[in-house]
Each structure stands twice: as structure tokens, then as C-alpha cells.
């Protein structure tokens, strides 16, 4: 199992020092990987938790992360694909990719904040079409020597890019959601499934549907990676009242770890919702400390 963290670039914290002491925090400690989250306004659930305090940006602060840090992983949990245009994207994700030495993966999703989506001049009911479309014209500009494409949304030929990933053929992309729509995507254009808040037991029914939609498309579910996001926190003692699959004592999540990996999950990411920068550090140093030397790391 390998284990990644989010740096609370979007709990409002008025020094970005400490957003990113975080990141250096988790190599440090033995994390896999540190990972971003993905909005530009404040709307929704967003404004109602920060006001007008700094979310920064996703892929600024990743930028910066892979700078201050030498080996952990990189990634994002999820760019809403509908609010950016995939040829840019492409090109700061590969500049990103082969400037942290190939450490990036790439988590994506479609967005649920209407709010947020129509002040973006995106368009909400068919974010799931732009949403594969920005997937396919990624591709063809990592992968083809002269790259050509001609969708709905966009269209090239005649044309270079570079640099290309150092990633060969290209950073993994993991889709999020528990949507059939998402798990669709996994199965057509999806080198992992990235799912948030799920149980080991959760997984049962997405992951048989995944199966079949991946035969369906000439593809296993060995093929990809399983990468379920979770809250973390280290309990004391045991507290009945408690949600969440990664909330309990070390023995508890140790259990539930092995339960993840008995249904083929292979990475875990944690977020700790707090703009305490004290208790997240705890929360690591405990994690670290009590549950990672107890499970097999791969």
C-alpha cells in the first residue's frame, strides 16, 4: 500500500509557508505522494468554509511542492477538467512532469458546483462530454510526434508540442467519482479510478460494474490503479460515534487498510480538514509513527 497526503492549500491559511511545510512534512515522514485539490472561485460549500479567505492555486502550489521536496510523488485530487483548457493544461502538466523528474500523476473529475461551472463560462449539463474530450486532446499532444485531433470542442493539426512528458507515454490520470458516468470514463480513458470517502465494503458494486465495463472495452481491472481518497484522523481510544473508514484507533485503520488492499487498492490519500496547521502535523507524525510501520508498503 503507499499512502499519499493533501496540502491545505484551500483551508484559507494566511501563510503560505505553512501550506507548504506540509509537503516537505510528508517527505519527511515517508508519504508516497502529496496531492492538491482543484477549485478557482468561492462559491457553494467552498465560500460558506473560507469567505474571502486564500484557496491558492492547485497547480502553483504543486509547482512550488515539487521544488522544496527530491522524491515524492505529486498529484492532483481532482482538476475539474470543464474549467480549463486542455491544450494549456497539457502544457503545464508536462513542464511540471519532466521539471519534478517524472513525479506527477493526474487525478481528474467533472465538477458538481454549477454555481462555480457557469461563472467560469463552462457549460454544466455537458461537462461529462468536455470532460473526455480534454482527456483524448491531452493524450494526442503527449503522445503523437505531430499531433492531430478533431473533436466538438476542439480541433489541431499542422502543429509541434514540447516538451512531452518524461512519463512514458504520459503521467497516469486517474478519474474520480463514484458516477456510472465516471466509471465509464475509467474504463475508456482512465489509467487509475480515484473515488473519494468509500469503504472497503463501497467498493463491491462500483468495482463490478467497473469490471465489466473495462472487459467491455478490451481491458482488466488488474489494468488499473485503485486509489480511494480519505479523511484521516489517529483516535486515542475507540469512539462509536465516529464517520469515516480512516477514522479510529491505530489498530482500527490498520484493519481497514487491509481491508482496502484485500479488494485491490493499492493507494491511499488523505486529507485532514482543519486549517489547524498543529493537528495536521500530529495527525501525520501519528499516522507515520503508529499505522505505517504495521502495513505492508508496495
Known amino acids: 500500500m503507499k499512502f499519499g497526503f493533501i496540502i491545505p492549500h484551500n483551508y484559507g491559511l494566511s ?13 519527511e515522514l515517508g508519504f508516497d505522494s502529496i496531492w492538491v485539490n482543484h477549485h478557482v472561485l468561492h462559491a457553494g460549500y467552498i465560500l460558506d468554509r473560507l469567505g474571502d479567505k486564500p484557496y491558492y492555486d492547485c497547480l502553483t502550489v504543486l509547482t512550488y511542492a515539487a521544488a522544496i521536496t527530491s522524491n515524492i510523488g505529486l498529484g492532483t485530487t481532482v482538476l475539474v477538467l470543464p474549467y480549463l483548457n486542455p491544450l494549456v493544461l497539457a ?34 449539463e455537458g461537462r461529462g462530454r468536455y470532460a473526455d474530450e480534454s482527456i483524448s486532446v491531452m493524450k494526442a ?29 504520459h503521467p497516469p ?6 458516477s456510472r458516468a465516471a466509471l465509464r470514463r475509467v474504463a475508456r480513458l482512465g489509467d487509475g479510478w480515484h473515488p473519494n470517502g468509500v469503504a472497503p465494503d463501497g467498493l463491491d458494486e462500483p468495482l463490478g460494474y467497473l469490471r465489466r465495463r473495462l472487459e467491455s472495452e ?25 464517520a469515516g473508514p480512516m477514522v479510529g484507533t491505530p489498530d482500527e485503520l490498520v484493519d481497514t487498510i487491509e481491508g482496502y488492499a484485500d479488494k485491490g487498492v493499492s493507494e491511499m ?3 485532514v480538514s482543519t486549517d489547524d496547521v498543529p493537528r495536521i502535523h500530529r495527525t501525520m507524525e501519528s499516522f507515520a509513527g503508529k499505522v505505517m510501520p504495521r502495513v505492508t508498503r508496495g
Open 15 to 27: 501563510d503560505p509557508q505553512d501550506v507548504l511545510d506540509v509537503a516537505t512534512k510528508a517527505e
Open 91 to 124: 502544457k503545464t502538466l508536462a513542464t511540471l512532469d519532466v521539471m519534478s523528474g517524472g513525479r506527477l500523476r493526474i487525478g481528474v473529475g467533472v465538477g458538481t458546483l454549477k454555481h462555480e461551472s457557469d461563472s467560469l463560462g463552462a457549460q454544466f
Open 141 to 169: 499532444l503527449w503522445t503523437q510526434e505531430d499531433p492531430t485531433f478533431e473533436g466538438e470542442h476542439f480541433s489541431f493539426s499542422g502543429i509541434k508540442f514540447s516538451p512531452k512528458p518524461k512519463q512514458d507515454p
Open 173 to 178: 490520470i486517474l478519474i474520480g467519482g463514484m
Open 218 to 242: 478490451g481491458r482488466k481491472l488488474s489494468d488499473i490503479e485503485l486509489s480511494v481518497r480519505n479523511e484521516l484522523s489517529v483516535l486515542d481510544s475507540s469512539d462509536s460515534s465516529t
Open 269 to 271: 490519500v488523505f486529507q
